[in-house]
């Protein structure tokens, strides 16, 4: 078998556009996955929500989704979503949601939440359903 430069040339042009075709591919869905998470509203604020992203985060009875508000790359607020937690807990652990307020995306993700005692088990999904949310904005 004897080697073909032009051969060789054709093979390496064609798996460089196989490879080329299936990163726009995988880029388009990765857009069209992101665009179902992320709702714009206005001109530099839009909304997470973590509903589905979050979806194999569980607290003590079940999926814990929030909303994340951010504004210019700053987090407004976290609002939990209707969950299945036992509203006494999810109560207690509910005041974790104002602790990225304010910050940046870059902080929010960096911040180191502890859990409510009491309720670890809501907090742990807040803080976990956070997280990916931020992770996904930035």
Do not use: C
Not at 63 to 73: A, C, F, R, S
Request: no cysteine.
């Amino acid at each position: 078998m004897t080697f073909n430069i032009n051969t060789f040339k054709q093979l390496l042009i064609f798996v460089t556009s196989v490879v080329v075709l299936v990163s726009l591919a995988v880029r388009h869905h990765n857009i069209e996955t992101l665009n179902e998470h992320i709702t714009k509203k206005g001109t530099d604020t839009y909304v997470v929500n973590t509903t589905e992203i979050g979806k194999d985060i569980s607290g003590f009875a079940g999926k814990v989704p929030v909303e994340i508000e951010i504004t210019d790359n700053i987090v407004n607020r976290v609002s939990a979503l209707p969950n299945a937690e036992t509203p006494d807990f999810f109560n207690r652990a509910s005041q974790l949601l104002n602790s990225w307020n304010g910050l940046s995306l870059n902080q929010a993700i960096s911040k180191q939440v502890d859990a409510v005692s009491g309720a670890t088990y809501s907090s742990r999904a807040i803080i976990a359903n956070v997280h990916k949310g931020l992770e996904l904005a930035a």
